[in-house]
């Protein structure tokens, strides 16, 4: 007697789930290369390279580098005197937006799959303190980039070096300027003053002119605030007896100096007449500085 035959069939069924494996790459570095700083504000670019999954979020983050300080950064040189040079690195064109290390503070992107070249806009302001020579004049910098993605299985390449360097220093002058306000003119004498900041190598002889303005027929001994077609005199002087007049020659008494390397901060002393006519309205004039080495 044959006994019937029973075939079990079992499905053993494997399954797994495969997640998205978001991933960012940091890729090529252009350098921050500034050229030659004589006082006067100079600008530069540099860049960095990423590839991130498609729409992926994360954030490019630039360290202090040698000062320690995000906002107050600086180069440095150790042949010259200052030995450090300030500098300063945004995330925008106009130069605004301060690049940090912070996911705040750094760049925010979102991945595309193919690689993003985002822009570092390099900035050395007027005025700051900077040595002069012929030997170690080059001021250095190390930036370290590091990519930060919270949703990423894999960043590779982090913790590159941004290198910010300057070729040269020259002997050179910059100029800042503030606004001179007189206030609200009654009739009575106004008196009021303000600061200019002038920021030369050290040993480096300047003057500072003041031009006559943009009123028509103003001269820098007889200068006029607008109101449309209404004029208002004042005067503007070197000396707080306020009697040498501030012009842009020799011959109408500019400023003379000599830097030091760092900035110096001359006083204008502004006078307005008493008994003046002046019909109601807001008077202004633009005045020019000039400085000369």
């Known amino acids: 007697m044959k006994r019937p035959m029973i075939l079990f069939v079992f499905l053993l069924i494997c399954f797994v789930r495969v997640e998205a494996q978001n991933y960012c790459q940091l890729g090529s570095i252009q350098q921050v290369s500034f050229l030659t700083y004589s006082g006067s504000t100079i600008q530069t670019t540099g860049s960095i390279g990423v590839t991130c999954t498609n729409g992926v979020a994360y954030t490019i983050e630039l360290s202090a580098g040698y000062s320690g300080s995000v906002t107050n950064r600086e180069m440095y040189c150790g042949n ?35 690689n993003q070249n985002s822009t570092v806009y390099a900035q050395i302001p007027a005025l700051e303190a900077f040595y002069s020579g012929t030997n170690g004049t ?7 980039v590091t990519i930060v993605c919270g949703t990423c299985n894999n960043i590779s390449g982090n913790n590159q070096i941004l290198g910010v360097h300057l070729q040269q220093t020259a002997p050179g002058c910059g100029v800042s300027a503030n606004n001179l306000s007189f206030g609200n003119y009654t009739g009575a004498l106004i008196n009021a003053t303000s600061t200019l900041k002038v920021g030369c190598s050290n040993g480096t002889a300047y003057t500072v002119g003041l031009n006559a303005g943009t009123a028509s027929g103003a001269t820098v001994t007889n200068r006029m605030m607008q109101n449309g077609t209404y004029l ?5 002087y070197s000396n707080a007896a306020m009697t040498t007049n501030w012009g842009n020659s020799a011959a109408t008494n500019w400023v003379s100096g000599k830097g030091t390397g760092t900035a110096q901060t001359l006083t ?8 003046e006519f002046a019909m109601p309205g807001t008077y202004t004039d633009t005045i020019t500085v000039s400085v000369t080495y």
């Open 80 to 114: 010259c005197t200052p030995t450090t040079l300030g500098y300063e690195l945004f995330s925008n064109a106009s130069y605004t937006v301060n690049w940090g290390n912070t996911t705040t503070t750094g760049l925010s992107l979102t991945g595309t799959g193919s």
């Open 232 to 236: 208002l005199p004042y005067a503007l």
């Open 138 to 144: 080059n001021y250095n910098d190390l930036v370290i």
């Open 268 to 275: 204008v002393y502004g006078q307005l007449p008493a008994k």
